[in-house]
């Protein structure tokens, strides 16, 4: 049974719930402002004001912590970006009274801790261009001490209960922690109590729902297809969705293989710690399997990247060595 209790759940579910709600809220008020990073993927407001309401109240609940995030406020401390820090620091006003331009880009700027033995992990809105199109994203935030996750959590604003993977929901809030299994609650209701997730029982490959992204450049839609083919899976069972929600959808039995191959564009890819982490760990406390490409144990020991691993590929855990062995003889 899950401890509602523990210091680190509670915060958890506090702030992923705090942070789904300013979300929601953004979209609402159509923050269209954005920026384009370095790597060109979009940034919206909502990542810059989730992460910094996350990143002051992991500070305020456990001063001494490390936190490692996705955002940097660099860009946003610039002159020609005052407009858009006003437009963060309101909406982040709404949960932190008084907060200011300044303010905010420091609490942003906290996520830009160096992982160590013990530390946690967010990415304040996974899924960004999901969210721009009103598509599935999710609030992602984990702990990893020595390299593994111990506990992590999923806010996913419009995911249906159960893990509906053809449908739009009134969101979910998903809670794990290393030996007390993986739960769920909905978004709408605080009082609504937790109730267990399970993945799928599946146990014939050809009756798998397998998972991707919709942006094809996030990983080899040819190998995928090809990976279909040779497990016997029909292509009406193919579910297209955006984010960790993914794992949300496993974990809840929605889903039963979801492989994150390596894009032909980018072979050297190795994925950053905060797309994996709270996924991962729901998936696992649900029943199922999480493993890089050839197998081995996902290693959040390496820095800001899995550099020890190749891909990722997430299952129920049934059909886990039927997905290695595919993989395997695609070569």
């Known amino acids: ?68 995030a996705e955002e940097r406020a660099a860009r946003l401390r610039e002159a020609e970006q005052a407009d858009m820090l006003e437009v963060i620091a309101a909406f982040v006003a709404r949960v932190i009274p008084g907060a200011t331009g300044a303010a905010v880009c420091d609490w942003i700027d906290e996520g830009a801790g160096e992982p160590g033995d013990d530390f946690w992990t967010l990415d304040p809105i996974d899924g960004t261009k999901g969210y721009r199109r009103g598509g599935q994203y999710a609030i992602a935030l984990a702990r990893i001490q020595n390299g593994r996750v111990v506990c992590g959590g999923l806010a996913c604003p419009v995911l249906a209960e159960n893990g509906d993977t053809e449908t739009m929901g009134d969101g979910m809030v998903l809670l794990a922690a290393r030996g007390q299994g993986a739960w769920q609650a909905p978004l709408s209701n605080p009082d609504t109590a937790f109730t267990p997730l399970a993945v799928s029982a599946c146990t014939e490959p050809s009756r798998a729902r397998i998972m991707r992204s919709y942006e094809s450049g996030h990983t080899n839609v040819e190998a995928l297809e090809a990976l279909a083919v040779s497990l016997g899976i029909p292509k009406d069972q193919c579910v297209l969705m955006d984010s960790q929600a993914k794992y949300a959808c496993m974990a809840a039995g ?36 999480v493993t890089d490409l050839r197998g081995a144990p996902l290693d959040f020991s390496q820095g800001l990247r899995l550099a020890a691993n190749i891909g990722v590929f997430a299952s129920n855990g049934r059909l886990h060595e039927a997905g290695l062995a595919a993989l395997a003889a695609l070569g």
Not at 29 to 47: C, F, I
Not at 257 to 278: K, M, V
Request: aromatic share 6%; charged share 20%; proline share 5%.
């Open 254 to 289: 929605g889903a039963e293989l979801l492989f994150r191959l390596l894009s032909p564009a980018q072979p050297d890819y190795r994925e950053c710690i905060w797309d994996q982490a709270a996924g991962s760990i729901v998936v696992e406390e649900a029943g199922g399997r």
């Open 1 to 68: 049974m899950l401890d509602l209790t523990r210091p680190e759940i509670a915060f958890m579910n506090g702030v992923l719930r705090e942070a789904a709600a300013l979300a929601r809220a953004i979209q609402a008020a159509s923050a269209a402002h954005s920026l384009t990073k370095g790597d060109y993927s979009p940034v919206t407001v909502a990542d810059f004001a989730v992460q910094a309401v996350a990143a002051h109240r992991l500070r305020a609940t456990f001063p001494a912590t490390v936190l490692v």
